[in-house]
């Protein structure tokens, strides 16, 4: 079974602020992709990344897939109180007909004004 | 990217009753659908998959007489929970796996549906 641990769980920061959310797994996935998410709508993809080492850069958020694609990293800068939300990444495989996507527990992220 | 609908968006219904809930693909077809649920604050969990014309797999521990799913065809997905108790409350998602490229897939969510068992 593939695990995607995500971290931190909650962070509450003000605005202006820099972050960093983490996922990390000892499987290898791939593509690895993050979604944001606001209460009672479902997840909005940001990226999907596929390549180990990628780096895509979404104005303010810059998301990276290790190396080995075992781990992926979203940076925000200057946060803003509209990036408030539940942040999720998701590994997939590439299992073909038995393709699913694995869910990291999802960061909570709060930006104050 | 593509677009996912769902339908209803909230739905509130007696303990005991069934519940369809309607998941369309819109611009394109989906091969493989996935339903997933989700409690406040927490990730997604993923229920079942279902191929257009096979059977849906279930993920361990998810009744598959009491979550029915239909993939009727690549553009609409169906999930029935049968004899609904208040347990069964959740935000319930649909998502479809859209393969552009070559080990460039990615996976498109509905909006959600709310469904609150009395």
């Known amino acids: 079974t593939q695990l995607l641990e995500q971290s931190p769980q909650f962070l509450s920061i003000q605005e202006g602020e820099n972050l960093t959310v983490y996922c990390n797994s000892s499987?290898?996935?791939?593509?690895l992709q993050w979604y944001r998410q606001e209460p009672g709508e479902g997840p909005v993809l940001l990226v999907t990344?596929?390549?180990?080492?990628e780096v895509k850069k979404l104005k303010r958020l810059t998301f990276q897939f290790g190396d080995a694609r075992k781990d992926s990293s979203l940076h925000i800068t200057a946060a803003q109180p509209g990036d408030t939300g539940l942040y999720l990444c998701a590994g997939g495989n590439s299992g073909g007909s038995n393709y699913k996507l694995t869910f990291g527990k999802g960061t909570l992220l709060t930006v104050n004004p | 990217g593509a677009v996912v609908s769902q339908h209803p968006s909230w739905v509130i219904c007696k303990s005991g009753t069934s519940v369809k809930i309607e998941c369309r693909f819109l611009?394109?077809?989906?091969?493989?659908m996935f339903w997933y649920r989700q409690f406040p604050k927490q990730s997604l969990m993923l229920m079942a998959t279902s191929n257009e014309g096979s059977k849906a797999t279930y993920e361990q521990g998810v009744e598959k007489d009491k979550f029915l799913i239909n993939h009727a065809s690549l553009t609409l997905s169906t999930l029935t929970v049968t004899s609904a108790h208040p347990e069964d409350s959740s935000f319930y998602i649909c998502?479809?796996?859209?393969?552009?490229?070559?080990?460039?897939?990615?996976?498109?969510f509905g909006p959600g549906t709310r469904l609150t068992v009395l």
């Open positions: 990344v596929v390549t180990g080492g």
């Open positions: 998502s479809a796996r859209a393969v552009w490229t070559f080990r460039t897939d990615t996976q498109y």
């Open positions: 611009d394109f077809q989906a091969t493989t």
């Open positions: 499987s290898v996935f791939s593509s």
